[in-house]
């Protein structure tokens, strides 16, 4: 991200950019390349004035946040945004204070679901919900970049990715094009709780949650780092879609 590994600037919108396009490298490998900010880096920019400021806070009090911006969608009280002054406000920079890996199903919005505005949340989507390696390069950039103190991983319920994944398991079913690697990602998770009682696509939907964040919490060095130093939480979430409630399970 910077011409010398001694270089105190801090890194501007074209760096950034060229760090997902290196999303594939490993994070030592990153660090090596220069494409990832040293701690004289990321000091600097935490010591400049965030877009917003009040996004500065702890994983608890990040995660407090989200639920209180849950209960607001559920009950139907979410606030009005000013998304003007939002615009003006972050054409600078961004602070999210959460990270959310979420499904790509268009029932599930989390900016709504947590009563969000623009530049508080740093979403990843893939349907499924799962850990790609692409997505994994995101989260850490949300963390080690624009210091996020808090990742979600947020699943839903009657999610069709887990409903393919049981179908490629149980029935053997073969889909077209690419769709069969979700499947496969997913069938980690379906096997898990194939002989479980009760509701097997529930049951799934879970287990993929706690894999994903199982695998989070063990990505090192970047996530592993922030979570040792109490800088990073990473939580699991399952959306309802009747009631729009998230429970919390990991």
């Known amino acids: 991200m910077c011409k010398s590994c001694d270089s105190t600037a801090a890194p501007d919108t074209n760096d950034r950019r060229r760090f997902l396009r290196t999303a594939g490298l490993g994070a030592g490998a990153l660090l090596l390349a220069g494409l990832l900010p040293n701690r004289a ?4 920019e935490k ?4 877009p917003k400021p009040h996004n500065v806070i702890s994983p608890d009090q990040a995660l407090q946040r989200l639920i209180d911006g849950n209960e607001r969608y559920v009950t139907g009280n979410s606030k009005t945004h000013d998304f003007k002054a939002e615009r003006e406000a972050l ?5 999210p204070f959460v990270a959310v890996l979420s499904c790509s199903d268009s029932r599930i919005a989390p900016e709504y679901a947590f009563d969000t ?13 799962f850990v790609t390696e692409e997505g994994l390069a995101s989260l850490e950039y949300g963390v080690a970049v ?17 409903e393919a994944g049981i179908k490629a398991v149980k029935d ?17 998770s379906v096997e898990k709780v194939l002989n479980q009682p009760g509701d097997l696509v529930e049951n799934a939907t879970v287990q993929n949650v706690r894999l994903s964040v199982d695998r989070l919490k063990k990505a090192t ?17 399952i959306y309802r879609l009747a009631s729009g409630k998230v429970e919390m399970i990991a």
């Open 47 to 50: 010591t400049s004035s965030p």
């Open 221 to 237: 060095p970047l996530l592993t780092d922030a979570l040792a130093k109490g800088t990073l939480k990473i939580v699991g979430g």
């Open 172 to 188: 053997h079913t073969v889909f077209p094009g690419q769709i069969p690697k979700l499947a496969d990602a997913l069938r980690p």
């Open 91 to 95: 054409v600078s920079g961004q602070n």
């Open 41 to 44: 880096i990321l000091a600097a």
């Open 146 to 162: 624009l210091g996020a103190p808090l990742i979600l991983v947020l699943g839903h319920e009657r999610c069709g990715a887990i």
């Open 117 to 129: 505005a623009r530049g508080d949340l740093f979403a990843v989507r893939v349907a499924g919900n």
